[in-house]
């Protein structure tokens, strides 16, 4: 099993959007409680690639199993160095090392870039996201409880951050 980390296509919209849209519907990775269009997706990643962030995807023979991003933390110009990031990993294919790749990718990217930390923000249920990230030196520097509501529960987000530099 070959998988190729490459910078993302318009093309590969679709496959993301599969990604994401079942990360909604069946788990708390991401807080939104409705699907996106291809439109939305679509504008989110420009948006990103706009704002010169990367959006990257994980391929295995040519189709497309994962994508990572980045962009900014706050809308401040003081945190213009801090980015917060994201992993996604087709739920056929997690455990695989695709995310692996994904985030050295992302967190390259990131110091090639100048940044100087990453954050991920993380649903505390997940534990296999936090455990993850701290293989690769991520510390959880804070926990935010009761601040999101899905599924019919209170969910708390698990702030973890890198230092780059």
């Not at 989110?44 to 295995?60: D, Q, S």
């Not at 933390?73 to 294919?93: C, G, I, P």
């Given at each position: 099993?070959e998988?190729?980390i490459?910078?993302?296509?318009i093309d ?8 994401i849209?079942h ?8 807080y939104d409680?409705n699907?996106?269009?291809?439109e939305q ?8 690639i706009?704002?010169n962030?990367?959006v990257?995807?994980a391929?295995l023979?040519d ?5 990572g ?7 401040r ?5 801090t ?9 056929d294919?997690?455990?695989k090392g ?17 940044l ?8 505390a249920?997940n534990?296999s ?13 804070g ?15 698990v ?7």
């Amino acid at each position: 099993m070959e998988i190729k980390i490459r910078p993302y296509k318009i093309d590969d919209t679709q496959e993301i959007l599969a990604i994401i849209n079942h990360n909604i519907l069946h788990s708390t990775a991401l807080y939104d409680y409705n699907i996106r269009s291809y439109e939305q997706q679509k504008n989110i990643l420009k948006e990103k690639i706009n704002k010169n962030f990367p959006v990257i995807v994980a391929t295995l023979d040519d189709k497309v199993v994962g994508f990572g991003m980045y962009s900014e933390f706050r809308f401040r110009e003081a945190y213009k160095f801090t980015v917060e990031h994201s992993v996604y990993v087709n739920e056929d294919l997690q455990g695989k090392g695709i995310g692996k790749l994904l985030l050295e990718e992302l967190i390259d990217l990131a110091q090639k870039q100048k940044l100087h930390t990453m954050i991920a923000v993380i649903d505390a249920e997940n534990q296999s996201s936090i455990e993850f990230h701290e293989k690769f030196g991520f510390k959880t520097v804070g926990i935010i409880k009761e601040s999101g509501y899905k599924f019919d529960r209170w969910l708390h987000s698990v702030f973890m951050q890198l230092i780059l530099e």
